[in-house]
């Protein structure tokens, strides 16, 4: 029953490598036996595992005693499960995994004397993981690209909207009872203190709200939901989660993401571009900046809108006139009179990217 | 109040919700304690009296919580009432005002349908549940609350689905939202939270090594919303580097009869959207339209099939259906298309919690507990936009409730609201094994998003999003019996 898996590597030259033992585990008779994990020991590992759940879940001790092998130890179990978290392959690619130390990978093979054989192995094993980590990136880089489309894709939806708006309004005169086929009003235009995401024709009704309402502000980074912002924090008191954006210099391995999210501005931004002139020198675009901590109830850390990450800056715009970086150094309590002071600071001239054309154009 | 002593609220005990924990699947369970400060499920298990008591008080603001219901909330340290009014009592006033209004939500779901209904009852309940809650401010669990109740209120005016006429939301149904508002809510959601693109891009990563070497590839969208999750899929095609290149794609999306998001001139405006994108990137593509009756049965004739082409079925179910014909709509779709041999069906949809509750009270806990988790992880990402929240709540979320609660309403009694994947397997699909670049990109998207995501793998085909310890959403993929990949 349990026979090598390889009959090419047992070289010629080769003594009979496994012994069966009496608890049925299969040996190897170099100097320092080695169990060989035969395909019957490992379809029965396999299956304790997913009894208990799968490899992530599943631990040595519990796997030993759910096998109830005997002669397997826990050190037998332990780099047999890592290898298997590590590829969930199939056990001929890993012949033997009782490593315990690196020098005891120089006999893993059945050839355990032959030391080309125990380069091979270790190559194996460096390739196995060498290609995890290749596939993960792959997957990073198509799911950004993925975003991306989707992005864009949302984008052209947005801009048809904003388009349709503002024939609408320009057709009835005001943005109120709307006599086409909607049933209702849309809440956000008739919603004067929003920031107008879709419905810029109201952009003219911003002048009018000074600097207590901070829905006013636009970010760059989100058409939409800056514009959403509590016009009081109360509800949030006592409730300071972590802003996945906050920490986002923490985020390590994925820098990434923060291009991604630069594109992502860029597509909103884009949608934008129908607006009117007049008003964009006023109501620009910001970059919302990230201030490190986030203050629940005030004001000021409502101007983080969405707590952009700090990369957020006009780098991978195409239009460059944003100063993310003037950005960051502002400093974080701004008061009431902010969004006038906002307004005029606004990424300088950046605002509207007018008549920009998609970065994915 | 004389009613409230006809009821017997100690039939069920609240016990059962523990039994959450020892899910098969391993250790994702439901530790209620864990699920929101508000509330200590384990020491709601109170008896008779003291709900009476509760009801009582509940319903009279002005009632001090006295002794007997300290009992109740031993466990439950911020309640007692000397440490009211101490500096936590922003806090503790919040968390009896939360605990308030989840008695109040269980009393009048236990009116509505326990063993002793009552339906005056109930609605007196809903009444004042209303008048202190609003959908538009409040905590989360305040506005989870308005949202419940307008569902409740819903299921007892026998509307039986998403639409109530107008009350608290202003219009139950979603042809009453303004298209720029959904559109701006499903921009938001997006977002804001990893909900859409988890669905979206675990079935386009399956579907994309499933039709890896094919060369025409027609996809059946259940309900294609904006045609968001296709744009992705384009791109994914046109970039693809193994097998024939670029096949050319085909999507036919389900319309139905009647205005809103799925009527035929949406879903065609739509079209001409992917239409579009498709040029723009050079993906060989036509789109077409499958108009289903009133009665929303699907009948595979009425598709057009292509010899050697990879058919696939996707179903995403995570976003709100108005109609409370949804059930058998989807039921029927997916029994007619599994009838031509697809090579794929991608389902995604609402993870509720385990099987094993029956009744509709465990239902609705349960169903009170997923909603609750689905606020928290909004507003754990983005604390301060409110606004952004509360529209998203009320285009989807509220809809998506008062669904659910329909839902589980209309099978009560009936033994278990099995989820759709279960229904595949039953109906003899085959799962298909998630790949490990699937479940690492959902890792890698999650990674964008708060901390509290998570996704897990279950059983092998299906994936799951899940915020903290609560399972939200179920990605699965499936292959009708015959076919061979």
């Known amino acids: ?361 | 109040m004389a009613m409230v002593m006809d009821l017997d609220f100690s039939g069920y005990s609240y016990s059962t919700t523990t039994t959450i924990t020892t899910s098969t699947e391993g250790d994702q369970g439901c530790n209620w304690n864990d699920w929101s400060p508000v509330v200590d499920w384990e020491a709601l298990s109170g008896d008779q009296e003291d709900f009476h008591y509760l009801i009582d008080s509940m319903m009279d603001e002005n009632v001090v919580l006295h002794q007997p219901v300290r009992s109740i909330h031993e466990g439950y340290n911020r309640l007692s009432p000397d440490t009211m009014m101490t500096d936590e009592e922003s806090n503790s006033t919040e968390d009896s005002k939360g605990l308030r209004l989840i008695h109040l939500l269980m009393a009048a779901a236990e009116a509505l349908t326990g063993a002793n209904k009552c339906r005056e009852l109930a609605r007196v309940i809903l009444v004042r549940l209303k008048e202190l809650v609003s959908p538009l401010d409040g905590t989360n669990m305040e506005r989870l609350a308005a949202y419940f109740a307008e569902a409740l209120e819903g299921l007892l005016d026998g509307a039986g689905g998403g639409g109530g006429g107008k009350k608290l939301l202003g219009g139950g149904k979603e042809e009453h939202h303004h298209q720029t508002d959904v559109l701006a809510a499903f921009q938001l959601l997006q977002d804001m939270s990893p909900y859409v693109k988890f669905g979206h891009f675990t079935a386009n990563q399956a579907i994309i090594e499933a039709v890896a070497h094919d060369r025409r590839v027609h996809i059946v969208d259940y309900d294609i919303m904006e045609g968001i999750q296709w744009a992705s899929l384009m791109q994914a095609l046109v970039s693809r580097k193994d097998g024939p290149p670029t096949p050319h794609l085909r999507i036919t999306a389900l319309s139905r009869s009647g205005s809103g998001r799925r009527s035929f001139c949406t879903v065609q405006e739509t079209g001409r959207r992917l239409t579009a994108f498709a040029a723009s990137i050079g993906q060989p593509f036509s789109f077409h339209q499958c108009r289903l009756d009133a009665d929303e049965t699907f009948k595979p004739s009425s598709l057009k099939l292509v010899r050697g082409e990879a058919l696939v079925i996707n179903c995403m179910l995570h976003l709100p259906h108005f109609s409370y014909r949804a059930s058998d709509s989807i039921a029927s779709f997916l029994t007619g298309s599994k009838t031509l041999n697809p090579r794929l069906i991608t389902l995604v949809e609402e993870e509720m919690g385990p099987t094993g509750e029956t009744g509709f009270m465990g239902r609705f806990m349960d169903s009170l507990h997923h909603y609750s988790a689905v606020y928290d992880s909004l507003e754990a990402g983005f604390p301060m936009q409110g606004r952004a929240r509360t529209l998203v709540e009320r285009v989807f979320l509220g809809p998506r409730i008062s669904g659910s609660l329909a839902r589980i309403y209309r099978a009560r009694g009936e033994g278990d609201v099995c989820s759709w994947g279960t229904w595949l397997a039953m109906v003899g699909c085959r799962p298909i094994n998630i790949s490990f670049a699937n479940h690492c990109q959902a890792k890698l998207l999650l990674g964008l998003y708060d901390d509290g995501y998570r996704v897990e793998e279950l059983s092998n085909n299906k994936l799951v999003l899940g915020w903290k310890s609560r399972r939200l959403l179920s990605a699965s993929i499936w292959s009708s019996q015959d076919s061979d990949l």
């Open chain 1, 1 to 361: 029953m349990f026979h090598p898996k390889k009959p090419s590597t047992m070289n010629s030259h080769e003594r009979p490598m496994c012994v069966q033992g009496d608890s049925g585990l299969v040996l190897t008779t170099d100097p320092k036996p080695r169990l060989r994990w035969t395909v019957e020991l490992h379809e029965r590992f396999v299956d304790a595992v997913t009894q208990l759940g799968g490899p992530d879940k599943a631990t040595p001790k519990t796997i030993m005693r759910v096998m109830g092998v005997k002669g397997l130890t826990l050190y037998h179990l332990k780099s047999h499960l890592q290898k298997f978290r590590l590829g969930k392959q199939p056990h001929k690619e890993f012949n033997d995994h009782s490593l315990k130390d690196a020098s005891s990978l120089e006999l893993q093979r059945n050839n355990a004397s032959s030391s080309g054989m125990m380069g091979r192995s270790m190559n194996e094993m460096q390739m196995e993981v060498n290609r995890r980590l290749h596939e993960q990136l792959e997957v990073q880089r198509h799911l950004q690209l993925r975003i991306e489309a989707q992005g864009k894709y949302m984008q052209t939806i947005l801009e048809k909207a904003c388009q349709t708006l503002a024939g609408e309004n320009m057709a009835s005169g005001n943005y109120k009872g709307m006599g086409n086929h909607h049933q209702s009003v849309p809440e956000i235009s008739g919603m004067k203190e929003f920031g107008p995401l879709m419905n810029f024709p109201s952009l003219q009704d911003l002048n009018i709200y000074g600097g207590d309402h901070l829905e006013l502000q636009q970010s760059i980074d989100r058409s939409s939901i800056d514009a959403f912002l509590p016009n009081n924090d109360t509800f949030l008191m006592g409730k300071k989660r972590p802003n996945p954006y906050n920490n986002s210099n923490g985020k390590g391995p994925l820098i990434w993401s923060d291009d991604l999210r630069l594109q992502e501005l860029g597509t909103a931004a884009s949608s934008l571009g129908s607006q009117d002139d007049p008003f964009k020198a006023d109501h620009q675009i910001q970059i919302a900046p990230l201030s490190a901590d986030h203050r629940g109830n005030d004001i000021d850390s409502v101007s983080d809108i969405y707590e952009t990450k700090p990369i957020l800056s006009g780098e991978a715009m195409a239009d460059k006139k944003f100063d993310a970086a003037s950005k960051l150094e502002r400093p974080s309590p701004r008061r009431a009179a902010f969004s006038n002071e906002r307004m005029n600071t606004v990424i300088s001239a950046g605002g509207m990217p007018q008549g920009r054309s998609s970065p994915f154009g």
